[in-house]
């Protein structure tokens, strides 16, 4: 028993954990999402068994599939499509922070600037993080607690920067030029990627839309005449 419950509540954790990825504009609790999720898998065997004519050797599968796929529609896609936003918008507003560093402010006021000056999702959080810091929390505090936030490696690698050069009183510009470089070859690597994948989709679109026409065009009159 005791086994049990501490598997159901690293499950709870895992999930809370994933939950918060999505960010703070999500209502979702992972209690709510475990409970939501077994009673409509559950009230989905039942339709399926009642109101349809699936072969009861499927239903298992189909429940089992659905199971499965509303995890991953409502937890894994949105933290992926986040994570791919939030990377999209570090390396401008990392950029703006690292000039305001390099006027002479400090971290908190030049986080103030690029907060005020960059509206996107990844503002939004630095902005929760000032807010944190005014009501009594350390700014190597305050970061530790957005990394949990943030589900990017390369943006979490930029806060843990900024966080041990705080703590420990390192170059902070160094630390950011160099992460400005990293964010710089990440951002080419996916261009580049997504580039390389073209032909590919090309390829399948043709497959599904081209090769059916041409074989309407070819068997066409072949067919007219067998009507005929």
Known sequence: MKARRKA????????????SYLGGSTHIRATTFLAVRWV????????????TNISYFII???????????????????????????????LNFF???TLSLESGRNLETSIEITVD???????????????????GKSMPEALKDMKKRIPSE??????????????????????????MEFLREKRILSIRERINQIPNKISIV????MVPLMLLLVLGPLLIRYIG
């Open 8 to 19: 159901k509540l690293s499950n709870v954790e895992k999930l809370e954990r994933q939950i």
């Open 40 to 51: 409509s898998t559950i009230l989905l065997v039942f339709c399926l068994y009642y109101l």
């Open 60 to 90: 298992p599968f189909l429940a089992i599939g659905y199971y499965y796929l509303l995890y991953y529609v409502m937890i894994l896609l949105p933290i992926e499509r986040r994570r791919e936003r939030l990377e999209r918008e570090a």
């Open 95 to 97: 950029e703006i922070l």
């Open 117 to 135: 000056h960059v509206s996107s999702e990844l503002s939004l959080e630095f902005e929760r993080t000032l807010k944190e810091v005014k009501y």
């Open 154 to 179: 390369a943006i979490n690698n930029v806060l843990l920067s900024i966080t041990e050069a705080s703590l420990f009183g390192s170059s902070l510009l160094e630390n950011m030029y160099n992460q």
């Open 206 to 209: 043709s497959v599904l839309f």
